[in-house]
């Protein structure tokens, strides 16, 4: 099973984007939804999760700004990126966890905020 990552680009500082995520199938267990990031030269740090009961947790640049949903009937998940700054640039990675500590990787969407 593949995670596909869509609805990357480039946006002015301040704008907002939208991605999203979806699996190319069924993952058995999964209790954990995310997105994460990885800037150049950087270490890959979260962004947001989402678990099953709808509890949600963001990293502490994002907060405030961007929010993570899941459309459980599309078996998607999103991140709405609000008042994009120019350290949001990097490759975005969606995530899933599951009970079997098993966890998927996406190939990563690029976001490119400009000044």
């Known amino acids: 099973v593949q995670l596909q990552a869509s609805g990357g680009g480039l946006v002015q500082a301040g704008g907002s984007l939208r991605l999203s995520c979806a699996p190319s199938g069924k993952i058995l267990g999964v209790n954990r939804r995310g997105w994460y990031r990885q800037a150049p030269g950087k270490e890959r740090e979260l962004v947001a999760l989402?678990?099953?009961?709808?509890?949600?947790n963001y990293g502490d640049s994002v907060k405030g700004r961007f929010s993570i949903s899941r459309d459980v009937a599309r078996n998607t998940w999103d991140l709405q990126m609000n008042s994009l700054k120019p350290e949001d640039t990097a490759v975005y990675f969606c995530n899933v966890k599951t009970t079997y500590e098993r966890v998927y990787w996406g190939q990563g969407t690029q976001v490119t905020v400009s000044s």
């Open positions: 989402i678990m099953n009961n709808g509890l949600t």
